[in-house]
């Protein structure tokens, strides 16, 4: 089955601790997108990556982190410095034909503090 | 960012009435899109709107764009408990390096 994956589903952080949200997906898409969502908030966009080895920020991209090593995998990382990093954590690719975009999404992870 | 403004923010009907969901936007678009929600789980894609299109059906969905008022809205008809979900629209703006701009999104609750 085709698909993105996300892991774990739900993740604790300790204070001062960095943790690494895993994205994998098997669509053979060129750009993969991680979100952050909070009640209320809609989706904002943490990072994206449009090709391998190349990403960018979005609009709330301090605290975080990403690697694009892989076409398959895009991991984030919530550093130490994100103070707030409680949230619902999720992760989109896409591949847009004839110039449009549709994303498809993980089930996303669940990020807690400890 | 600019964002999408979606209304209302929750709707509560009795199964088998309609639903409707209004997004309004402030850029020009390429394309505006409808994605769901469940509670705790990633969005669905539903429906696909193009700026050149006024209406697109896709079973008990209909979606309008009207590109003028620069809004757009979903309708569910014969809703279902199932339906019960955020639903969420996005815009694509062709110059945008291939980010959607999203709106708050709708709580839909269909209540059996």
């Known amino acids: 089955d085709g698909g993105i994956t996300q892991s774990p589903k739900y993740l604790f952080r300790k204070e001062g601790q960095n943790v690494t949200l895993s994205c994998e997906q098997n669509?053979?898409?060129?750009?993969m997108y991680w979100y952050r969502q909070d009640p209320g908030q809609g989706l904002r966009l943490i990072y994206y990556?449009?090709?391998?080895?190349?990403?960018q920020k979005g609009d709330i991209a301090e605290g975080y982190s990403v690697s694009r090593e892989k076409k398959e995998s895009f991991p984030l990382t919530v550093t130490s410095a994100q103070k707030n990093p409680t949230a619902f954590y999720l992760c989109a690719s896409s591949s847009p034909s004839g110039g449009e975009e549709t994303q498809y999404f993980g089930p996303g992870t669940r990020l807690l503090v400890l | 960012s600019q964002q999408g403004e979606e209304d209302p923010q929750a709707l509560s009907i009795q199964e088998g009435e309609n639903a409707t969901m209004n997004c309004s936007y402030k850029t020009s678009i390429n394309n505006l899109q409808w994605y769901r929600q469940n509670s705790g789980r990633g969005l669905v894609h539903l429906i696909l709107i193009r700026s050149n299109e006024r209406e697109k059906h896709s079973g008990r969905l209909r979606v309008t764009l009207d590109t003028s008022k620069k809004s757009s809205s979903l309708l569910i008809t014969a809703s279902r408990a199932a339906d019960t979900a955020s639903y969420f629209c996005?815009?694509?703006?062709?110059?945008?390096?291939?980010?959607?701009?999203w709106g708050l999104g709708t709580s839909l609750a269909v209540n059996p």
């Open positions: 996005a815009i694509d703006n062709a110059g945008n390096n291939r980010k959607l701009i």
């Open positions: 669509l053979n898409h060129d750009a």
């Open positions: 990556s449009q090709i391998v080895n190349d990403f």
